[in-house]
């Protein structure tokens, strides 16, 4: 079993940067894979970025590649998102989600999620 729980969302303006965190549970966090995925309003849930166990291999969404960063630190059971040079269309509500051994864009692949934090990002 593995809890997420997600935090660093808020209200930002276009270009802002912002960071979001994935807190994880569990002490085999190392072998799961982590994700991001975002549901922007009135729209399908969508892939942002994935990681690997070890964090050696990362994906990222066409449309965030260049300006989101995903990174873990399996000491701290920590997965985080960092976004720069924020758009209008990254509203969204961010969610984290967990997964054994290797990552996927498919969100049908994961098996634990957060409740997911929102993200702002006013022109």
């Known amino acids: 079993q593995v809890q997420l729980v997600e935090s660093g969302g808020g209200l930002v303006q276009a270009g802002d940067s912002l960071r979001l965190s994935c807190a994880a549970s569990?002490?085999?966090?190392?072998?799961?894979?982590v994700g991001w995925f975002r549901r922007p309003p009135g729209k399908e849930r969508e892939f942002v970025a994935a990681?690997?166990?070890?964090?050696?291999?990362?994906a990222y969404a066409d449309s965030v590649k260049g300006r989101f960063t995903i990174s873990r630190d399996n000491a701290r059971n920590t997965v985080t998102l960092q976004m720069k040079s924020l758009k209008p269309e990254d509203t969204a509500v961010y969610y984290c989600?967990?997964?054994?051994?290797?990552?996927?864009?498919?969100?049908?692949?994961?098996?634990?999620w957060g409740q997911g934090t929102q993200v702002t990002v006013s022109s």
């Open positions: 989600a967990a997964r054994p051994i290797s990552g996927s864009s498919n969100s049908d692949h994961y098996d634990y």
């Open positions: 569990g002490r085999t966090f190392s072998s799961y894979a």
């Open positions: 990681i690997t166990g070890s964090g050696h291999g990362t």
